[in-house]
């Protein structure tokens, strides 16, 4: 089945979009990938695409975002020439999540920091025997 993905650019990174759409046919080849002024429309079987929006992920966790988009590369039906001009369908909404996208990744980052710095407690196996004295504590007690 395939699948039609954006990858918008954080505004703040310097991430072009020319140097990640030679990446991403570096990953795969056998996808259709479109350059845009937000990024890069990505579009084929679910495998490759997939493969190309791990690595996107894992190399630019704060610089790029992703969509699903409800349109092929190639849709007349979003093709502004077809359509008389003005804004294709969801510009309005793309521009304005893009202008949210550095808060999003400073926040993101900010996390990332926090996660890091508390440990989780170790958690050790929990005995049957306890396990049957709070199951028939808690049914005792109607909670």
Known sequence: MK????????P???LSPEKLFDEVLSVSADISAKC???GVLIEGEEEE???ILKYVREKYPYDTFI???GYSINDRRV??????GGP???FHQLDAEYRLLPLIAEALKDLRLEEDKVSPPESKPIKAEEMKKIV???LTSGA
């Open 88 to 90: 294709r369908p969801g």
């Open 49 to 51: 695409v997939t493969k």
């Open 136 to 138: 028939e504590e808690v």
């Open 12 to 14: 703040s990174s310097e």
């Open 67 to 69: 969509k699903l988009r």
């Open 36 to 38: 845009t002024c937000f």
């Open 3 to 10: 699948r039609t993905f954006v990858i918008v650019i954080n």
């Open 79 to 84: 093709c502004r020439a077809h359509r008389g």
